[in-house]
């Protein structure tokens, strides 16, 4: 009688253990830790100077950590680096590319530098750059560059694509092309990390997010989890005449939370729609505070964001 051997987990595409990274005396990740799996979109969110692409750029081979693990594919990155940039494709924050070059120019040559690649009509298609393949890089919009450096990073056909805040400088149209290239890279079973601003963004394409703040994981799981923990919320959004003192809106009880998310704009977190409204215009009645704008809405990933940002700078402090 014959036994089949016991089934074994693939490895993570991407293990991350206890890394950490310091310039002088600051550390600019102080413990981070997480796994990727295959065919897996996992989100890296963050405010700025938080850690996010210093941690890509670590993955990515570009800088090396003061301490910890870092293993893509199951290998050490700094130990197998020629291997692993023939498997990995990188869209940076910020490129600066040979001006001079048109776009079909630039893709033959990214293509004549890995062992495989894709073709050129592929790429093309994938990010509707016919009509600007003549066209010197220099003279590109904004959002065709963005497309070119996307076609880029997916010129080696790679099984692990970095995007660092890949949709900045799209219009809405463009965005949505690239959600679709996303998606389609996940069925065909390529792993996906990705660095965004847009929260929509983030839970129309995530698996997975993990939240940094001042080098370290606050918070990590599927949007759904992160939002269901702010599931007894609800969202009171308005803007006022004057500045307000924020202390004095939770004074009611009505009020959990409140801040201001942009000049003259703020944000009331409650636990009961009615209460909370009826706390809002009372106080604004009593302070002679004039209210405009007031939209209310459900937990979203957005608020997870803001609020996880908010308990670690009141810890660190």
């Known amino acids: ?26 550390w600019v990740l102080d413990g981070v830790s997480f796994d990727v799996q ?16 210093t941690t890509l750029e670590i993955l990515e081979g570009l800088r090396r950590p003061t301490s910890g693990s870092v293993r893509l594919f199951g290998m050490e990155v700094h130990s197998h680096l020629r291997e692993i940039r023939e498997r990995i494709g990188v869209s940076l924050q ?3 590319y040979w001006g001079l070059l048109t776009v079909r120019e630039t893709l033959q040559l990214f293509r004549g530098m890995y062992k495989r690649s894709l073709p050129l009509d592929e790429l093309v298609e994938l990010f509707d750059l016919g009509a600007c393949l003549k066209r010197p890089m220099l003279e590109l919009s904004g959002g065709n560059y963005q497309r070119v450096v996307l076609a880029l990073a997916l010129v080696n056909d790679p099984e692990l694509v970095f995007l ?24 065909r079973g390529r792993t996906v990390i990705l660095t965004t601003h847009y929260m929509e963004e983030a839970e129309a394409l995530c698996g ?31 803007s006022a005449d004057a500045p307000i003192a924020l202390d004095g809106l939770q004074q009611g009880g009505w009020c959990k939370d409140v801040r201001e998310i942009e000049h003259g704009k703020y944000l009331a977190y409650c636990g009961d729609l009615g209460a909370g409204l009826a706390g ?38």
């Open 164 to 187: 660092d805040e890949p949709t900045t400088g799209l219009d809405p149209s463009a965005r949505r092309m690239l959600w679709d290239v996303v998606r389609s890279l996940r069925s």
């Open 208 to 238: 997975r997010v993990a939240i940094i703040n001042q080098g370290r994981i606050v918070e990590c799981g599927t949007p759904d989890e992160l939002v269901s923990g702010l599931a007894a919320d609800v969202a009171i959004s308005f």
């Open 280 to 317: 809002l215009i009372a106080w604004a009645t009593a302070t002679r505070t004039v209210l405009s704008r007031i939209e209310t809405r459900g937990p979203t990933l957005d608020d997870v964001f803001l609020r996880s940002a908010l308990a670690h700078r009141a810890v660190a402090a």
């Open 1 to 26: 009688m014959t036994t089949n051997p016991p089934l074994v987990a693939a490895p993570p595409v991407v293990q991350i253990d206890a890394l950490r990274k310091r310039y002088g005396e600051r």
């Open 94 to 96: 910020s490129t600066d």
């Open 38 to 53: 295959r065919g897996e979109i996992f989100g890296f969110l963050g405010p700025n100077g938080a850690g996010k692409t």
